[in-house]
């Protein structure tokens, strides 16, 4: 007598996954059919988060950009792009505070662009300090330190036509005033819709109707090596009035949070990815659930020559994997040509490998979910029904 | 010690009843079925249709639970309230042969096969060899890499029987194994089917409606009503036959 292995766990799953793929591959047509559609779908639920993730950067880009521990700002300030005039000496005051490194302002305010063929747009006034900090991260064309010329102005790339300046040189008018373009950002996005246009605190407060001479938005401010942030940031709390002080994570968060939630438009674009998956798993079950109806006979004779319940159930689950793993393989490199493609687009695709492994996991928790019913049908199965042919 | 002649059987039913549906309509279909074979044995299981042929095959084959009575399988009784006992006792003792040879359309008649033997636990070697052994007797050598619907019925149904032999089973049951065939294909299916089973050592049950087929086994057993017979000696039977269809 041969020995008689009895079937392990891997031995089973070898044998399931080889009836498992050959069954799937027998009618090719429908295998590439389920594995377009849920590509198409997982690409929907990927573009809409990426769509999202590009948005939460794109809203919190300046803050995380300026590189700094705080920002001072005026209370129940809702978000970076409403900010609220400070008095410029809260930057002494905060930069007197045990603890502080170094303070500076930064002033971000509303102002009327005009195109130099007349028509009026919103711009974002971001005005710098000495240090520049806050700055955009990359230049195509000038040095920023031109924004401490008089009339100089940043502006990005994205927005070239838009605003109707296209050179280091050109000109247009912010509230009547005349503005030279003194260099060029490359990938500095709004989400408001309203370009961003860089310039010096001292240039910004003539731009801006709602600002006085004296008055900024932010202070922000970097601590001392090896200082406490909490005990800082508590420390100018006590001893500046009227202000809110925020570290940079807490401001970045109200700001996408304000965006996301309070617009509504978070929501939105997270009901859309939800409804993407949901597509996905109506495919994957009605597919898995047509090839199992086509095979009950097959899983029958099976079951009666001696393969158990879970054999076949495995059958199913490595089907299931494998049309979802594949399209979602198939989604994910369509995302990821959609976000190279808008990169350099006001609107882009991005991500995070913790979105991404996130939504990858998540989704084949879905491919998993959508076997049920065609399990179901096999746990129905009775094998003697394999004598009545 | 163990009596030389009357080896132990291998297959034994106790006092099988079955019934179908409850209430006013109870169907009796078996009464009381007693039946042993041994090692090697061959019978033929004959009957009018609906006289309850496949009831007692699925029961013998752990695919149907008797109403009362008990049924051995080797030294084991079977226990039929537990349904993965029982598919433990199809995976490794039993082979079922069916009407159509029921191969999976997706896979060769290599893979059909090797799946089998490797859900019984065979080795990956073991079942190679044995393929090589099985596919050279049954003649399918050059059918070993085709798909099902590329093989005629009585290849298809020669790769039935080598399917239900290859896991060395010590029971093999086949229900109109050749009714879906010509005469002259059947007869040689039938009579590949014998001749294996023989070697294999295995106890056979073939239920049939051909009556030619009966002078081929050692046993004839007949239901009719619920109750099972056993009919004469073969030889006895061959003339029978002869003179009477
Ligand atoms: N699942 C079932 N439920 C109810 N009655 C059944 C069931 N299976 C079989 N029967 C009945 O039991 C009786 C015996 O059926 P069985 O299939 O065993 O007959 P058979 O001898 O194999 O007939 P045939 O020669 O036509 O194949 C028949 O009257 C049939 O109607
Ligand atoms: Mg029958």
């Not at chain 2, 080896?7 to 009464?31: F, H, Q």
Request: hydrophobic letters at 45%; aromatic letters at 8%; a neutral charge.
């Amino acid at each position: 007598m041969p020995t008689r292995l009895t079937t392990g766990f891997a031995a089973s799953q070898s044998i399931a996954s080889v009836i498992a793929t050959k069954m799937l591959s027998h009618n090719r047509s429908r295998f590439f059919m389920t594995i377009v559609g849920i590509a198409i779908a997982f690409f929907l639920a990927a573009a809409q988060i990426g769509l999202l993730v590009g948005w939460i950067n794109t809203n919190s880009a300046i803050i995380n950009n300026t590189g700094v521990d705080i920002w001072v700002t005026a209370e129940q300030t809702a978000t970076f792009d409403y900010g609220t005039p400070i008095p410029r000496h809260r930057v002494q005051q905060v930069a007197s505070v045990p603890g502080i490194n170094w303070a500076e302002g930064m002033l971000v305010g509303w102002a009327t662009w005009r195109h130099p063929n007349g028509k009026p747009i919103n711009v974002e006034i971001v005005g710098l300090d000495k240090s520049l900090a806050g700055k955009p991260a990359q230049m195509l064309a000038g040095d920023p330190e031109i924004i401490k010329q008089p009339e100089t102005v940043i502006v990005d790339e994205l927005f070239r036509d838009l605003l109707g300046v296209w050179e280091i040189g050109d000109e247009a008018e912010i509230q009547g005033k005349r503005v030279i373009v003194g260099g060029i950002s490359q990938g500095v996005r709004t989400f408001t819709a309203a370009p961003f246009v860089f310039t010096s605190i001292k240039n910004a407060v003539t731009y801006t109707p709602f600002y006085r001479e004296d008055e900024i938005s932010y202070v922000i401010a970097r601590i001392e090596a090896g200082a406490d942030i909490q005990a800082v940031k508590s420390r100018i709390q006590r001893e500046v009035s009227n202000v809110e002080v925020l570290t940079t994570a807490e401001f970045a968060e109200r700001s996408v949070k304000y965006w996301m939630l309070e617009t509504g438009v978070g929501i939105t674009v997270i009901i859309t990815g939800i409804l993407g998956l949901l597509v996905g798993i109506v495919i994957m079950s009605q597919t898995l659930f047509a090839i199992t109806q086509d095979h009950l006979a097959n899983y029958a004779t099976l079951l009666a020559l001696g393969f158990h319940q879970n054999t076949l159930r495995l059958i199913v689950l490595t089907q299931s994997l494998t049309l979802g793993g594949l399209g979602i393989a198939v989604g994910a490199a369509l995302f990821a040509v959609a976000a190279k493609a808008s990169a350099r687009t006001p609107i882009p695709l991005e991500t995070t490998t913790a979105v991404s492994v996130g939504l990858i996991l998540f989704s084949l928790l879905f491919c998993i979910g959508a076997s049920w019913f065609s399990i179901r049908a096999i746990f129905k199965l009775d094998p003697v029904s394999v004598f009545h042919g | 010690m163990k009596p030389i002649t009357k080896p132990e059987p291998v297959l034994v039913c106790r006092g099988i009843c079955k019934s179908y549906g409850s209430g006013d309509i109870v169907e009796r279909v078996l009464k009381r079925v007693d039946l042993e074979f041994s090692r090697g044995q061959a019978s033929v299981l004959i009957g009018p249709s609906g006289s309850g042929k496949t009831t007692l095959l699925s029961i013998l084959g752990c695919l149907l639970a008797p109403t009362e009575g008990e049924l051995v399988i080797g030294n084991g009784m079977v226990d039929f309230t537990n349904k993965s006992s029982l598919t433990e006792v199809r995976r490794q003792k039993l082979g079922f042969i069916f009407q159509h040879a029921q191969l999976l359309p997706f896979m060769t008649i290599q893979d059909n096969l090797a799946i089998i033997g490797r859900n019984a636990g065979m080795t990956a070697a073991d079942v190679d060899q044995r393929l090589d052994n099985l596919l050279d007797r049954l003649q399918l050598k050059p059918m070993r890499h085709k798909l099902p619907s590329q093989l005629s019925g009585g290849q298809r149904q020669r790769v039935a029987i080598l399917r239900a032999l290859l896991h060395r089973p010590s029971i093999v049951l086949a229900d109109e194994p050749t009714a879906a065939l010509d005469w002259n294909t059947g007869k040689t299916v039938v009579e590949l089917l014998l001749e294996q089973a023989r070697l294999e050592q295995a106890v056979l049950v073939v239920v049939t409606h051909d009556t030619r087929m009966l002078p081929l086994f050692d046993r004839i057993l007949s239901i009719a009503d619920g109750i099972l017979t056993e009919q004469y000696q073969t030889a006895a039977l061959e003339n029978t036959f002869y003179t009477h269809s």
